[in-house]
């Protein structure tokens, strides 16, 4: 099904709050009060993006260093409402090209726990390549704990769009 991806606005909170609250989302990834999500709008640090299909939210992603003139950005929380249905990667891929496209960014960086293969599967599936293990980077829930690092640059994605080798074009 075709996913359309809109940039989020404060009216979206109440959908994105219950959907990084999902059953059995606790020990997978990061969840917000209100007012921190409402000082992240405010102060203008993250990008929200609320991915629709058939015409209903389907899941949500939180960007950091959107548009930055360091060209590198973090896609800090993504989650959808119904896990391990092909929605994450059209989400993340409809992120990625989005951002590709109406930024300069070189570097697209996301970071996962090591043991969540479900989401490093989704993730490879949109051409994000795992890098290392960044120790103890996560303090959740009152723990460090470790990160699995992935990324994605713009030469790969190009690459993926155009079938054309990042070694071949620079030929
Ligand atoms: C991570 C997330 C956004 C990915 O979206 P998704 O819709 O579940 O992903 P997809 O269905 O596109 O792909 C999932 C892949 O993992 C596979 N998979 C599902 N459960 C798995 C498991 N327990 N172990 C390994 N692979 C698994 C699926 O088969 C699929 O791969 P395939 O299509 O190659 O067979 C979603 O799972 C989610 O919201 N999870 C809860 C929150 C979370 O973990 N967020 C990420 C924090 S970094």
Redesign the pocket.
């Known amino acids: 099904m075709e996913l359309t991806l809109v940039r989020a606005g404060q009216e979206h909170l109440p959908f994105i709050m219950a959907t990084e609250r ?1 059953e059995g ?1 606790e020990q ?2 990061g969840r917000w009060d209100e007012a921190r999500h409402r000082a992240a709008f405010e102060d203008g640090s993250h990008a929200y993006f609320v991915g629709f299909e058939g015409g209903d939210p389907v ?1 949500f992603a939180l960007l950091r260093f959107w548009d930055s003139p360091e060209r590198a950005t973090l896609i800090r ?4 409402v119904t ?7 059209r989400l993340l891929a409809a992120v990625v090209r989005r951002a590709f496209s109406e930024t300069p960014v070189h570097r697209l960086q ?3 726990f090591p043991d ?4 490093r ?2 993730y490879e ?1 949109v051409g994000f390549q795992a890098e290392g293990v960044s120790r103890g980077s996560a303090f959740f829930h009152g723990e460090y704990r470790d990160e699995l690092v992935m990324s994605l640059l713009r030469p790969e994605w190009e690459a993926r769009v155009t079938g054309i080798s990042p070694d071949r074009s620079a030929r």
């Open positions: 999902g989302y997978l990834v899941g929380r993504v989650a959808v896990p391990g249905e092909g929605r994450g990667r996301i970071g996962l969540n293969l479900r989401a599967r989704a599936a």
